[in-house]
């Protein structure tokens, strides 16, 4: 049952306030920081209450304003958005404290700036989470697009201006070459752009022309550039050049995320299960991913820099979301829906321990890590929990992705991609163990030495350590999410 309430609209609220006080409080440090953690609070309090009445059966539905018949500027809370919405802004504290440690270790300038963004960022992360319709997802994906450009380009040199312009071209180049035509397309085939509550039947006619639906589905995949599908993935491993705590933002809570959100959102609740299936497109979609988790994962194997591995790492990962939905499949859907959460804790926990290495030793190359496990023990076994996780070793929370994606692909009775996903785990240990073994098992590198190197500010192990615990509490416990999952597919 559908409940109209302004509660979809509450995190968002939230999070504008926050951005204006953290604004109006630039010339006080301490007053500018907890503004953020109390927002970044309230928005994942705001977003919790809604539970209850999703696991009921019930979703919320809250309309901002209609613009034409058909074209709406509406929320829309279901089980799918509540794991994106829970996510972006749970994550969201975790980076806040991370950030605060971060930010005074380096005494990064333009912190007000940075704050500011990084909220917005997250804004709309919840717009794209709750969206009712084509119309507010695409308007808040460009919101996160923008505003996440001066967090990528922050260290305003020629290294940051050159990867916050391919930033900018590849997402910006992507939505209005390609997002943009499909969801006028869209329009024009089906008289609306909101979503439908039938994942099955979607919202297309079903005497729609097959082409012009063949066409208006490719153009959305690859429309949505921030799930960094190849060959649309290049502006991922050059936005690196932003501050740890961005890339973590990048990775873990809000960009890429968006993106595959917004796959699984169109796949399930524009197109419909049935759809895809009678046009193939669910299979085909199933092998372009397995391709960029492949690819990526090779590549990944090739890179001596801590962050440019762990970014080709998310390329990879994040086709595991793509891949399960598009296999069209209970258990499929569920392991790719399920991973937006894993990857999430898990990934996060990464690039932390990344920034928390270089905030301690400023050391990037994973080659000269050798012996550092010593000098950081909390931060390089946080990594090594992170690792196994999106290795898929049980009990840690990737294990639960794969084993479902897994199952998907043996219901289909799909072997190249049961073939596919055994290959991965294989790739995925191979560029994730070197790291752990150099850090705790292999003899220290030439003029190597622990004198001086420690832990980073608490304020950034902290969280690290905590998001790498929660990773295992997930895997042992994953029945919140599954729950969520379920109630949407029913």
Same mark, same amino acid.
């Given at each position: 049952? !559908? ?12 999070? @504008?306030?926050?951005? +204006? ?35 009921? /059966? ?25 794991? &994106? ?7 969201? +504290? ?100 909101? &979503? ?10 079903? *005497? ?36 740890? #705590? ?14 595959? @959100?917004?796959?699984?959102r169109v796949l399930l609740s524009t197109f419909g299960i049935g759809l895809l299936q009678n046009l193939n497109l669910?299979?085909?979609? !199933? =092998? ?10 090779? +590549?990944?194997?090739?890179?001596? *820099? ?13 086709? =595991? ?7 069209? *499949?209970?258990? /499929? ?18 690039? &932390? ?20 496990? =010593? ?54 240990? /191979? ?31 902290? #969280? ?6 929660i990773s295992v509490a997930i895997g042992i416990f994953p029945q919140f999410f599954m729950e969520i999952i379920g109630r949407f597919l029913r």
């Open positions: 049952m !559908a409940i109209e309430s302004i509660k979809p609209l509450v995190p968002i609220i939230i999070v @504008f306030v926050t951005t +204006i006080l953290i604004m109006l409080t630039k010339r006080r440090e301490n007053l500018r920081e907890a503004w953020s953690v109390a927002g970044s609070v309230l928005t994942f309090l705001s977003v919790v209450s809604m539970v209850p009445a999703i696991l009921g /059966g019930h979703i919320y539905t809250y309309t901002i304003s209609t613009i034409a018949p058909g074209i709406s500027f509406s929320l829309r809370v279901d089980g799918l958005s509540l794991v &994106f919405g829970i996510i972006s802004s749970f994550l969201w +504290i975790f980076a806040t404290f991370y950030n605060i440690g971060y930010m005074r270790s380096l005494k990064e300038h333009a912190q007000t700036r940075y704050y500011a963004c990084f909220a917005v960022a997250i804004l709309g992360a919840q717009g794209v989470s709750f969206s009712g319709s084509l119309f507010s997802l695409y308007l808040f994906y460009e919101i996160i697009t923008i505003f996440t450009y001066p967090l990528v380009a922050h260290h305003q040199d020629e290294e940051g201006y050159a990867g916050g312009k391919k930033y900018l071209v590849y997402l910006m180049g992507t939505s209005k070459g390609l997002l943009l035509p499909a969801t006028v397309l869209t329009y024009v085939l089906t008289g609306t752009l909101d &979503f439908s509550r039938d994942i099955i039947n979607g919202v297309f006619p079903r *005497d729609v022309n097959a082409l012009w639906v063949t066409v208006t589905y490719w153009l959305f995949l690859f429309g949505f550039a921030k799930a960094a599908i190849m060959p649309f993935h290049n502006w991922l491993p050059s936005a690196m050049v932003a501050p740890t #705590p961005v890339s973590a933002l990048l990775h873990a809570v809000a960009v890429v995320k968006a993106g595959v @959100f917004c796959i699984c669910g299979i085909w979609t !199933a =092998y372009v991913a397995s391709f960029t988790i492949i690819t990526a994962s090779v +590549i990944a194997l090739t890179k001596d *820099d801590l962050k440019a591995r762990l970014a080709y790492s998310t390329v990879s990962q994040l086709s =595991y979301v793509v891949l399960g939905v598009a296999l069209l *499949d209970p258990a /499929g859907i569920t392991g790719g829906i399920i991973h937006i959460a894993n990857h999430g804790f898990s990934k996060i926990t990464l690039f &932390f321990c990344a920034g928390a290495i270089y905030v301690a030793t400023h050391k990037k190359k994973i080659s000269d890590m050798e012996g550092i496990g =010593y000098a950081m023990p909390v931060t390089m076994g946080a990594f090594a929990i992170a690792s196994l996780s999106m290795i898929g070793v049980p009990p840690v929370a990737g294990f639960v992705s794969k084993w479902y994606l897994l199952n998907g692909a043996l219901e289909i009775k799909n072997m190249p991609i049961v073939v596919v996903l055994m290959a991965s785990t294989i790739l995925n240990a /191979g560029y994730f163990a070197p790291i752990t073994i150099k850090a705790f098992f292999q003899g220290r590198s030439p003029g190597w030495s622990r004198d001086g190197i420690r832990e980073a500010p608490m304020t950034m192990v902290i #969280p690290l350590a905590l998001a790498s615990l």
